[in-house]
Every structure is written in structure tokens, then in C-alpha cells.
């Protein structure tokens, strides 16, 4: 079974500054994806970044950037220039294959993220 | 507009009575799920369906039941078996296939139980 692990429940930073946010994944597999969702206040679930395991240069969303390390099952989001629209519940995600019958995210426990003036 | 609708946002219900929450997508997708959150547990999975009259049990699928008859709508029933209902449930969808992997997200149900 694949477990998605978010170390920081929560974590707070000043405007136009960086922060980063941890996950760990753990899986036998060698293909998949990771993601990173983010849920403001509104609840809305909007997806942030997506990385793909096969691919080693890390991906990048404007002020969005992850640190992904294969080996060591590591899956960090960068937030640059922080802005008070940040605040949010960040959630990591692994998608995990469902055999046949098709596939399913995965998600950590979340780690909310206050950006404060 | 494309998306997905989920009704009511807000629901109660006295203990022992069983409760259908309403998940409608037009965005063409083949896949739906559904999702429990609740306060310092992330997001768990109840069931879901890749294509219609197919679905699958997800990781606490006890007390909950679906179907899915037609592609836009994957509607979840609480029943009274579900020792623990009260939480925001959030219903997704996606495109099918291995490389999809993006849900596209409503804006949820909050169930109370009283």
C-alpha cells in the first residue's frame, strides 16, 4: 500500500517570502505521479503541481517549484514570493494504480499554510 | 460552464436515517470518486468508478454505498451503518486513463449528523 506522509500540519511565513512544505511518499512501484493540491478557505480543491517519477528534472509552476528526490521518496513544494492568496491547506498526493480497475490519488494529511503581512 | 456540482452544500440528519449526497459533472469524464475529509486526516477514499455500472470499493467504504447509471452523476448514499458520518465530503472526476491523474474537484458536502 502506498502511504503519503506530510510531516508539518502547520506552518506560517511572511509575505514575499519562500517556504517550503514536506512530503514523503512511500511505494514499491516505479511509475507514478505526485501532486500537490491546495484547498483555501472556499474548500475548493485546485491542483497545484504535478511531477511524473520518470522524469528527473523537477517541475515548475510560475512561483510553484517541488523538489523531487526518487531515491530517497521526497516530494517538496516551494512557494516563492509567497502572497497572502496562499493561505490554504496544502495536501500532497501520490496516484496510485488500481490494477484493472483503473487509479486513485492518494492524499497526505495536509499542511496548512498561513502567509501573513 | 464545465464542472462539477455537488448538492446540498450543507445537510443534517438524525442518527439511524440514511442520506443520498448528489455529485453531477459535465465535464465529459470517464472516472468519479469520492472523497471523506476530515479535520487532521487529509483526504480518504470511499469508492470509485472508472466508467458507468462499474465502481470500487476505496479505503473506507464500510457504511457507504453508490452507483453510477450514467456517466455525469456518481451519487454516494450514507447509511445508517456508518458509525461516524459526520464530515465534508468531496466528490471529483477525471479523464480516464494511466496518465490522467488530475481530479477536478466540487465544492463539497458538509454532512451533520444530529
Known amino acids: 500500500a502506498q502511504t503519503v506522509t506530510q510531516s508539518q500540519p502547520e506552518m506560517s511565513v511572511q509575505e514575499a517570502e519562500t517556504v517550503t512544505l514536506s512530503c514523503t511518499y512511500d511505494t514499491s512501484e516505479s511509475n507514478y505521479y505526485l501532486f500537490w493540491y491546495k484547498q483555501p478557505p472556499s474548500r475548493q480543491m485546485i491542483l497545484v503541481i504535478r511531477q511524473e517519477a520518470y522524469k528527473q528534472q523537477n517541475a515548475t509552476e510560475n512561483r510553484f517549484s517541488v523538489n523531487f528526490q526518487k531515491a530517497a521518496k521526497s516530494f517538496s513544494l516551494k512557494i516563492s514570493d509567497s502572497q497572502l492568496g496562499d493561505t490554504a491547506m496544502y495536501f500532497c498526493a501520490f496516484m496510485k494504480s488500481s490494477g484493472n480497475s483503473g487509479y486513485a490519488l492518494n492524499f497526505g494529511k495536509g499542511t496548512s499554510l498561513l502567509v501573513t503581512p | 460552464d464545465g464542472g462539477i456540482t455537488q448538492s446540498p452544500k450543507y445537510l443534517f440528519r438524525k442518527e439511524g436515517q440514511n442520506v443520498t449526497l448528489s455529485c453531477e459533472q459535465n465535464?465529459?469524464?470517464?472516472?468519479m470518486y469520492w472523497y471523506r475529509q476530515d479535520p487532521g486526516q487529509g483526504l480518504r477514499l470511499i469508492y470509485y468508478?472508472?466508467?458507468?455500472?462499474?465502481?470500487q470499493k476505496g479505503d473506507i467504504a464500510e457504511g457507504y454505498s453508490v452507483s453510477r447509471e450514467k456517466k455525469e452523476s456518481f451519487p454516494l448514499t450514507v447509511t445508517s451503518a456508518q458509525k461516524n458520518p459526520t464530515a465534508f465530503y468531496l466528490c471529483a472526476s477525471s479523464p480516464r486513463g494511466f496518465f490522467s491523474g488530475e481530479l477536478f474537484f466540487g465544492e463539497g458536502s458538509r454532512l451533520t449528523v444530529l
Open positions: 468508478s472508472q466508467i458507468v455500472n462499474d465502481f
Open positions: 465535464l465529459n469524464h470517464d472516472a
